[in-house]
């Protein structure tokens, strides 16, 4: 949990306007993320203002460009988030031709155009393209399945297993991983239909998870968003005008390996939050565990959010305000060598368990340039000590290679799997 910043204001589609009625409005607020122990942040919330209620639906995300959306793009009310396997005789040319099926179909949804097909469903006839977003990635599988193994990243190597994993390996890892993201459930839900029938009988859907977030306008004022724990979370995470935000989220030109450049590592985490015991707790004990007050969300050092926490203060008494295994200590860049992530979570919630208590919590998305630089350390770190961790499950896993965005005329991923 770090300082947090402004996030860029959202396009605005002017040639479509909403023209029923597309529910509240505001900025997007940030969800929390944990590096397979600890809560972290999603991407920016806007200080200010949020968006008109008539723009959002009409609001539009570029598809084309440097990066990938779904990136730095403020969070969405609603996301999908799945993983494909290709088939046995699907090779290099087949994943090609579904790469380029993919990236024009996500371009039209993102643009509010509909799918030039005649079997399309036409669930999101009635709205505009609702900051809809599509992110395309290539999982370590990826690469034996089309014949790319030279051109597998180090970065991609299986991330180490953690003491705390409880991993379902059907719910994990995959070929090709697609998050969506929208504003409206409907919209959202048609790319993801959209997305699913495309890949025809070239890759077979792995799994799917589906995740929520803040409904823009929901509050009084653009505010940062809570997590299933009630905690106030969205700082600390790494701000898109911070000198050093582009090396350490995206690969850089040049980079290795070439075809990656613009692009990033997106690690997964399905986090179960354990909210009975969680809600036991006093709230003076929650906000020992985590090093913030729950209230408002300023660090038990005090003042606002955005106040640094001071890691060094003590109390009356000399012991530490924040405790040796609070979740903002254990994370902090400065205990982890300068480590930081991109945090840009879904909450989820799919019903109960046997024993009565919510199967919910976090689909933890964290960006990185190098996920050993990244999530590794911190993760580690959170292994051997994090307050937070008796208190959550991690139950799936998966690491993708993000290209970076495709031009116009081109698809995601071209440039490695035509050799260019």
Same mark, same amino acid.
Do not use: C
């Given at each position: ?151 597998? =990243? /180090?970065?991609? !190597? &299986?991330?180490?297993?953690?003491? @705390?994993?409880?991993?379902?390996? +059907? #719910?994990?890892?995959?070929? $090709? ?74 690969? =850089? /030109?040049?980079? !290795? &390996?070439?075809?990656?450049?613009? @692009?990033?590592?997106?690690?997964? +985490? #399905?986090?179960?939050?354990? $909210? ?78 046997? !024993? ?65």
């Amino acid at each position: 949990m770090t300082g947090q910043t402004e996030p860029p204001d959202r396009p605005s589609l002017s040639r479509r306007r909403l023209l029923t009625s597309a529910g509240t409005a505001g900025a997007a607020g940030l969800a929390v993320g944990t590096t397979t122990g600890a809560l972290a942040h999603s991407a920016a919330t806007a200080k200010d203002q949020g968006p008109p209620l008539s723009t959002l639906g009409s609001t539009a995300v570029p598809f084309h460009g440097t990066h990938q959306p779904g990136i730095t793009t403020p969070m969405q009310a609603h996301g999908h988030l799945a993983a494909f396997d290709l088939a046995p005789a699907s090779g290099r040319r087949e994943t090609a031709a579904l790469m380029r099926r993919w990236s024009a179909l996500a371009a039209d949804l993102m643009a509010g155009r509909p799918p030039g097909n005649a079997t399309d469903t036409a669930v999101a006839r009635d709205a505009g393209p609702s900051s809809l977003t599509v992110t395309f990635g290539f999982g370590n599988s990826f690469f034996d399945a089309t014949g790319l193994t030279d051109h597998r =990243p /180090a970065a991609l !190597d &299986p991330l180490p297993r953690f003491s @705390g994993d409880a991993i379902d390996e +059907r #719910r994990s890892h995959g070929d $090709l991983w697609v998050q969506i993201g929208a504003d409206d459930a409907l919209v959202a839900f048609h790319a993801l239909r959209a997305l699913h029938r495309a890949a025809d009988e070239t890759a077979a859907l792995r799994w799917q998870m589906t995740g929520f977030n803040r409904s823009p306008g929901a509050t009084a004022h653009p505010m940062t968003t809570r997590n299933l724990m009630g905690q106030l979370d969205g700082t600390n995470n790494p701000q898109p005008g911070d000198d050093d935000f582009e090396e350490r989220i995206f690969v =850089p /030109a040049g980079g !290795d &390996p070439a075809w990656m450049a613009g @692009g990033s590592y997106v690690v997964f +985490r #399905r986090i179960r939050m354990l $909210l009975d015991d969680w809600e036991a707790l006093p709230t003076e004990e929650q906000e020992r565990v985590i090093g913030r007050r729950k209230a408002d969300g300023a660090p038990l050092t005090g003042d606002d959010e955005t106040t640094p926490v001071d890691l060094a203060a003590t109390g009356p008494d000399g012991t530490p305000v924040i405790a040796a295994n609070a979740h903002v200590r254990v994370t902090a860049p400065e205990s982890n060598g300068g480590a930081a992530m991109l945090r840009r979570p879904f909450s989820f919630h799919d019903g109960f368990l046997d !024993d009565g208590s919510p199967d919910a919590g976090l689909l933890f998305l964290a960006w990185q340039a190098d996920p050993l630089r990244g999530f590794v350390p911190v993760q580690r770190k959170l292994d051997r000590g994090d307050a937070l961790s008796p208190f959550i499950r991690h139950e799936a896993t998966g690491l993708f290679a993000v290209p970076g965005g495709a031009a116009e005329g081109e698809y995601v991923g071209q440039a490695l799997l035509e050799g260019r």
